[in-house]
Structures are given as structure tokens and as C-alpha cells.
């Protein structure tokens, strides 16, 4: 690469800006089931947390009077989508499109940063997008990881752009932003401050080495000032509601000392510093199998650092490795595997286009006399390939379907027979049958959460309320088979539906009412 091809002041024409929202929003629209072409999105994960924006915006406290285990700005995020519309996820689909559009935007930037290109080789993007978000690890959209992984994107911008400038450390400005988005990250999922923790690290050992102490402070500081800007408004609004001590014990306490802990290792995994390698290893490895698109563009991206200017290659490798190993150890700290973990990583898939961007450009040069035809015809197909993966998005099924096509709004007809009706989810996470039925959950632990065993309360709490006869209605899986004295089984409800594997399965519900 020439030395013309080192730009480090990354500018974004209107042109460009309006391409990259445009095709990211019509992206998120036909892929995910928050947007208005689907009647609702039935993933139980973003409809436990839309119940608890929904709570919020109702005056309950999270974790004090709704349980659940990620963090507190994740559900400020849906209260924001709950304002727009409590009655289905089109806020969420807003939020999604935002992020969609932050992602794809970072993502050209470092992509030109990287080759220099410019031009119609906007269009991988599209390509990119239209690969990461049908992505089955996607699933049904509206996940903590789906929302997080743009902001990571824009931390790889400001580390790549430190490098390439070469001194390896970022401005004061960019400093603040790294905290604001550090701070993010912290109150949505913890675990996703592996890659600025590794940020930092690299920034202390460059200014140790060149003894730039006083630019060193000047970051930290800033840095320190935008975490905190994100940080005080939450503690405030927890210290306010007088739940702290409910922040600090299902956010922080069960998640690091309960969650998947009782989950046993054996032989070389139990070792502490082979297991923090064994785990994020078995990760990648199990995901790259079983998601090939997500196993392609791992080696794609792990073979673009090969593509990199010679200038600057061995410093971008060393900012990557020391990002990237923070952060996988973080998300694949547990013995227990859960395939949308790796959808984090998404964040340096746009390093994996660099191979494709260069083979495009060595075309280019090579059809010198048709190089304009060549051009067109590359940027039309590339944009094709990446509407076609969308069209066979998984989710597309369900695209204008009736609301009556789900199980959710089918019992919610029955529950909605009896005013101001008690639900209770058991043994089953909440699926969305308190949004379809407009109601609220009206205990703490309300649905299932992948934590009773390790977490006796929940069960305990439900189990007493059901003696009682504390609920007007239970709902629970179809594949659930319960017995209660003082309810009675009055509706099943089945249908097939695609999962995150891709393959279409039986499920259903159950609905039993207090006799």
C-alpha cells in the first residue's frame, strides 16, 4: 500500500452517511421481528426485557420489584421503546436501526482507514451487514449483544486510528467517548468491558514505554469523566429508589457468584489458567461449527491482519490480540455454553472484509480499459448478494403474519376474560404474554430465568404464591406437566416456530386458571 493510503482523518460524505443508514434500517426491518412488518418479536429473552421497561415506566424498580439478571441500562433502553409504544417492539426496532446504523457507519470508516478505498466499495457494507445481522446468533433480534457490538466497533475505530497515526494513543475526546461507551457496556453486561479493559492495558503500556505521562493523565481523566457521566444517573436513580443493595445482588452478586458457578469442571479444565483458555476456545469452536457464516468470518478476520500495511501490521496485530483475549475470556468465562454469547464479536467483522475490498481493487486495476464497466458490475452484485441474504433472513416466516398466528395473543384472549388478571410464567421465561395481554407481572420473580437452580428463591417465592392461589392464571411450557389443587388446565396452544439453529420445532403453552 502506497503512502497515500494512510488516512487516519476518516471523513464520512452525506452520500455515503445517507447509503449506510438507508440500507442498515432496511436491513433491521425485514430481519427483525420488532419491526412493523412482523406481529410481534415472541423471543423470550427481548420480552423480559421489554417487561421490565414496560415496569419502569409503571413505577417499578428493577431487581427490587422485577427480577432479572442483566444490567440496569439495558432496561432503561426498552422504558425509552416502552414510551414509544408499550403495545409492541417498535421502539425497539428504532433502537435496533440506531445501533444497525452506528455499526455500519464505524464499519466503512475502519474499512477505509484500513484500504484507503473509497467509492463504490461502500457497497460491503451492505454486504457486511446483510451478513451479520441474518446471522441465526441474531435470532429474532433485540438481544444485549445485537445492541452492544456497534459500540465496541467504534472503540476498534478510535485504537485502529491511534496506531495508524503512530503514536498507538487516542485523543482526549476520544478518551471521553472510550468512557462513555465503557460505562455502556458495564451497565448493560459486564462482561463486554473485556475489549476496552484490553484498551486500556495497551494504551498504559505505550505511554509507560515512551514515558508520556502527562498525555497519559489528560486520558485518564477523560475517560474517567464520561464512565462516570453514564454511571452517577444509574447509582442515583437505584440510591433514590432505595434498591442499591438489589442492584448489587442480582446484577453483580448472582451473576459472578451463582450463575452457572455450580457447574463442576473436570481434569485439565479444572486448572484456573487452563480453563480461562479451554473455555473461550471451546466457545469459538463449538459456534464456528455449528454457525458456518460466523466460522468464515472469524478466519476472514483473523486473515485480514495479513493485509494490513507492513507500516503499521505488527502494532495492529498487538492492539487486536490484547483487545480481543480480555474480552473472550469475559464472555466465555462459564463451563456452560450459550451460542449467542460469540454474536458479541461481531464487533471486528469488518476487518474481514479487507480481503475482499483488496481482490476487488487488484480487479479494478487489472481491467484497465473496461475498469468503469468492472466497477458498476462489482458494486451491483455485491449488493444483490447482501438483499438475497437478507430475503432469506430465518425470521421471515413470520413477516405479516396475524398477531393470532402466536401463541402469545391467543391465551392472552383468555386472560384478558378476567379483569386486572395475576400471570404467572412458569418454568418458562416471559415469551410476551404480558405485553400481548397489557398487563404487568405482579410479583418479583415473575417467569423463569435459567438461575433457580442456583437461585432457590425464585422457585420458593413461586411456589408459595401458587399454594395460595395468589394467580389468576399460569402459563408454562406445552411440555410442562403440572398438577396444581386450586388450578385447572383451560387452554393448549401449539405451533411451529424457527430457532436459533435455523430448524423448525414443535413448541407451545400451556394456560391453567385458579379454580
Known sequence: ????????DIKIARKELVILIIFATVTMTFVSTSSPLYPFNPWDDANCF??????????????????????????????FAAVISEKSFTGAWIIECVAASVYSVYSW????????????????????????YTSKLFNFGGNAEELCFPLITIALYFGLKAVIEGDCIPSGKEALFTGIITGALFWIKYTFTGFTLGFIVFILIVAVRDKAFKKLWSLVWRFLLGFAAVSAPILLYFLVNRALGALWEAYFYNNIFLYYNGIKTYGIASIPLIRNLYFPARGFFNIAIIYKAYGVMLLLTLSSLFFINKKYRLKVILFS??????????????????????????????????????????????AKTKKNLITKFIAATLVIISMLSVA?????????????????????????????????????????????????????FYCFLNLESFYPAISEEQHRLIEEGYFDYIVTSYFCEEEWDNYELV???TYLFVDFTGEPILDGHKLYKRV
Open 392 to 444: 432469506l433472513s430465518k425470521n421471515t416466516y413470520l413477516m405479516f403474519k396475524p398477531k393470532s398466528f402466536l401463541n402469545q395473543f391467543r391465551i392472552a384472549e383468555t386472560i384478558n376474560q378476567t379483569p386486572e388478571a395475576k400471570i404467572l410464567t412458569y418454568k418458562v421465561m416471559d415469551s410476551g404474554f404480558f405485553t400481548a395481554a397489557g398487563l404487568l407481572p405482579v410479583n418479583r
Open 491 to 493: 387452554q393448549v396452544e
Open 50 to 79: 421489554f417487561t421490565l421497561g414496560r415496569g419502569i415506566i409503571h413505577g417499578r424498580v428493577p431487581y427490587r420489584d422485577l427480577y432479572e439478571q442483566k444490567g440496569p441500562l439495558l432496561y432503561f433502553l426498552y422504558a
Open 321 to 366: 490480540v490484547i483487545t480481543f483475549v480480555p474480552l473472550a475470556c469475559l464472555t466465555f468465562s462459564r463451563a456452560a455454553f450459550i451460542y449467542y454469547y460469540g454474536y458479541i464479536f461481531a464487533y471486528g467483522f469488518c476487518m474481514g472484509t479487507i480481503p475482499v475490498v483488496k481482490l476487488i481493487i487488484w480487479i479494478e486495476n487489472k
Open 1 to 8: 500500500m502506497q503512502q497515500k493510503d494512510l488516512r487516519t
Open 109 to 132: 470508516k475502519i474499512i477505509k482507514l484500513l484500504t484507503g478505498s473509497s467509492g463504490h466499495l461502500i457497497t460491503v457494507v451492505p454486504l457486511l451487514t446483510g451478513i451479520i
